[in-house]
């Protein structure tokens, strides 16, 4: 999976999703590779981004690993550490959970992202985030 998404190859993540694959982040949740997927399309869109991905431990069905992502949102430079976990059976990907910290991310991605930080405005943001992204 992180081989491919590296590579910013979309279509070669599709077919490693469960098609009822559960993701969740900080910011989105999809029930299924459908909503993962068009997240996937949006962030990988840009040939100016770069990702890198360390694998550390696969234990049973459960992989984990840390990425770095360097990226632009609403023409904002972000700079993201996520460590990612993973379940795999049947050779798809059937759960796939990213952890960042939401206040490190908002200083860096949105304008006055200190004020997006604050638990009433946090929520307006990725709302926000989440219509505009995906």
């Known amino acids: 999976f992180y081989a491919a998404f590296v590579k910013q190859d979309v279509a070669a993540l599709k077919p490693l999703y469960a098609e009822n694959v559960k993701f969740k982040d900080a910011i989105f ?3 299924d590779r459908e909503g993962a997927m068009g997240m996937w399309k949006k962030i990988l869109s840009d040939p100016r981004s ?3 991905f360390t694998l550390k431990k696969v234990e049973g069905d459960v992989v984990t690993g840390h990425w770095n992502a360097d990226y632009t949102v609403l023409g904002r430079k972000v700079h ?3 460590e990612t976990r993973m379940v795999v059976r049947d050779g798809k ?3 796939h959970t990213d952890d960042f910290t939401w206040d490190k991310w908002a200083r860096q991605a ?3 992202g200190g004020l997006f930080t604050l638990p009433g405005f946090e929520h307006l943001a990725k709302g926000v985030l989440r219509a505009v992204i995906g």
């Open 29 to 31: 949740s999809y029930p």
């Open 50 to 52: 770069k990702f890198e």
């Open 80 to 82: 993201n550490e996520i």
């Open 93 to 95: 990907i059937v759960e």
């Open 110 to 112: 949105l304008p006055a």
